[in-house]
């Protein structure tokens, strides 16, 4: 399948987002609207981070394991996704730009290694379900940002 992006200019320089995304914990903050009950272990940040959420996304619901496998201080993150009883594998990655003008472009990408048979059929459906859900992450996460480390270099 196809993999998704999506993407958000913030005021926050590289190094402050990454800082904050660098927190698994600070992603329950904004992706609740549909991972809920996230259950962490291993570190707090950085690779081995690990956390077990219930995706609900299109009527349905599972558990998904995320962990961080890769990390590029400030500029990537990236993240396993297992789910569908192992039948489901992807990669998440959080892209982090400097802006010409100050601030940061974030951009995360979801890409599917393998998913079940009925997802592979509706990848189009499927495709713009995760589109539109990480869209409303974006924007979530811009406030959280704001929120936790401010604007620019505060």
């Known amino acids: 399948m196809k993999s998704v ?3 958000i200019d913030v005021p926050q320089t590289p190094e402050q987002v990454y800082g904050f995304l660098d927190v698994l914990a600070h ?3 904004f ?3 549909y ?3 996230w259950r962490r272990s291993g570190p707090d940040r950085g690779i081995g981070s690990c956390a077990t959420v219930t995706a609900a996304l299109g009527g349905v619901k ?3 394991t995320i962990e961080v496998v890769e990390a590029d201080a400030p500029r990537r993150i990236v993240e396993r996704n297992v789910s569908a009883a192992g039948r489901r594998l992807a990669h ?3 892209t982090i730009e400097p802006l010409r003008t100050g601030g940061s472009h974030v951009s995360f990408t979801y890409a599917w290694v393998r998913a079940p048979l009925s997802e592979r059929l509706l990848a189009p459906l499927v495709r713009a379900v995760m589109r539109r859900a990480n869209r409303t992450v974006m924007g979530r996460l811009a406030t959280e940002l704001a929120r936790h480390v ?3 270099g505060s």
């Open 5 to 7: 992006t999506v993407s």
């Open 27 to 29: 992603h329950e903050r």
């Open 31 to 33: 992706t609740d609207h």
């Open 35 to 37: 991972l809920t009950d």
């Open 62 to 64: 599972t558990d998904v």
């Open 92 to 94: 998440g990655v959080y």
């Open 150 to 152: 401010g604007v620019g």
